[in-house]
Structure formats: C-alpha cells, structure tokens
C-alpha cells in the first residue's frame, strides 16, 4: 500500500500520510472545518454530525473526521449544501442550550460559541420551551455537570476509556434523554480527571475550584512547570489581572506528560 495519498479539497491538492482523514487533510493546507466530539489525541467516533463535507462520487455527505483521505478524492467544504449542514446542526445543537454565556465559565473560550459566530444562524426559529435539569450535578468535590449544556460529544467519557483508563463516567438513556454520569452511589473518582474540563467543547463539566471566578479576558497567562511531584509536568497558571491565581491547565509537551495534567497538579498545585 502506498505510504501517502493525494486528493484535492476545494480546489486545493494536497498529500497526506495513508491513514489520515479528510479533516486531518484540509488542516493540513489551512481549511476549517468545525468539529466537537473531535480531538486529535482521541480515536474519532463522528458523534456530532458537524464536520460533514461532500465527496464526489459519494451518494450522501460524509464526516470527515472519521473517513480516510483517498487517492484522488474530491472533497468540498464551501457548497451550498455543506454550509447549510453545518448551520442546520448548530441549530438543532442550540435548541436545547442555555443561553448563559455571560456567566458559563466556558464563555469567551468555548468552541460552541465561536463555531456558532462563524457558521452558525443568525437567529433561533424555536419557539418551545428548553429542557430544563437541575444543576450544577456534582460528579466529584472537583468536577461538576451542567446537563443542559452538553452535546454529547463524548470527548469526556472517551478520555477516561482511552487515555485515563479509568470508565468512572458513561453516557446514560438514550436519543434526546442522554446525559452524562456516573454509575449510581459512585464519583467521579478518576486521578484525571480535570483534563474532561479541558476537552469539553461547551461548558457542561466545570471546575469547582474555578466555577464563576473570572472571565477568559481577564486572565494573564504564565507558563510553567508542575512541582507536585518528580515528573515535571508543563503547566498553564492563570491569573485574573496577575493578582490571584485562579487555575492550572495542562501545558503540551509530548516527551514529559503528552499534554495532559493529572489532578493533584491541576487542583492542588
């Protein structure tokens, strides 16, 4: 089998490794395409719809997250038809959305948000009432869940299967009833498991340490190394105007701690 592939998207042709995507392909030469349950340290699953694109030759669009560039193939991302996709699924995904972005912690930083600014409709046509869940849930004395703003996405529940190895939180009920939980009488117990609050696309798991106290715009950023213990993790401290540490992020670095920060460096550094 032939180590690269070339194919052409919107009138660009491009080479990639055999085995990447179409998404990972159109990246490669500066082209957009939204996504949320994506991320490329997970395996693709094509649970959000968002990054469909138009192949020619195929009957139907596809997710370009989860379908491997071919030799040859002719993808659009700029048709009609594709960016009525893409504004039809933010539509349906905001159907049942908070509209709290003034106080979601997510708000500023929040790829909902962007991806909805730049593909998204310019108004609502729902005129029913939003479901509505009791909140904040509180999976662990760290982490607590918003339901009404989740995705689905599954981000979260593939990070503790595939990285953290620890399932501590699933995906319960079904179609318009999913939430995200943890198995009854048990927390969130995973030593990860701040990195889900990171990955989530919209705001649904927040920090209880963090929870309301800043704004994205008012942070200052440092970078750093994590002193908790011998691995020397790379690590974001947050400040709000440089006068109160407010919170720790993971920090890339593939050699040492390939991007991700385990709690004891998140929250009690």
């Excluded at 990972?24 to 997970?42: M, Q, R, T």
């Amino acid at each position: 089998m032939a180590d690269t592939v070339t194919l052409t998207i919107d009138g660009q042709t491009v080479t990639v490794e055999a085995g990447a995507t179409i998404l990972e392909a159109a990246a490669g030469i500066g082209i957009e395409i939204p996504v949320f349950c994506n991320h490329p340290k997970l395996e693709p699953i094509g649970a959000c719809r968002q990054c469909l694109v138009e192949v020619e030759g195929m009957p139907k669009p596809i997710a370009s997250c989860c379908t491997p560039a071919a030799e040859g193939m002719i993808v659009h991302t700029k048709t009609p038809t594709v960016r009525q996709m893409w504004e039809a699924n933010l539509e349906f995904l905001l159907i049942n959305h908070p509209l709290d972005c003034p106080i979601c912690d997510r708000g500023g930083e929040c790829p909902l948000q962007d991806n909805t600014f730049a593909y998204g409709p310019r108004d609502s046509r729902f005129e029913y009432a939003k479901r509505k869940y009791a909140k904040p849930v509180r999976l662990s004395d760290r982490i607590l869940l918003d339901r009404e703003r989740c995705i689905q996405c599954f981000r979260c529940v593939r990070f503790q299967k595939e990285i953290a190895d620890e399932p501590d939180i699933q995906m319960f009920s079904r179609g318009y009833y999913d939430y995200i939980d943890t198995a009854p009488g048990r927390e969130f117990e995973s030593q990860f498991s701040g990195n889900t609050i990171e990955l989530c696309p919209v705001g649904a798991l927040t920090s209880a340490v963090f929870r309301f106290r800043a704004r994205p715009w008012e942070i200052k950023s440092a970078e750093s190394v994590c002193v908790n213990c011998g691995v020397g993790c790379n690590i974001r401290i947050d400040a709000r105007n440089y006068r109160e540490v407010v919170r720790f992020l993971s920090r890339e670095n593939p050699d040492v701690d390939d991007g991700w920060l385990c709690d004891r460096g998140r929250f009690d550094s």
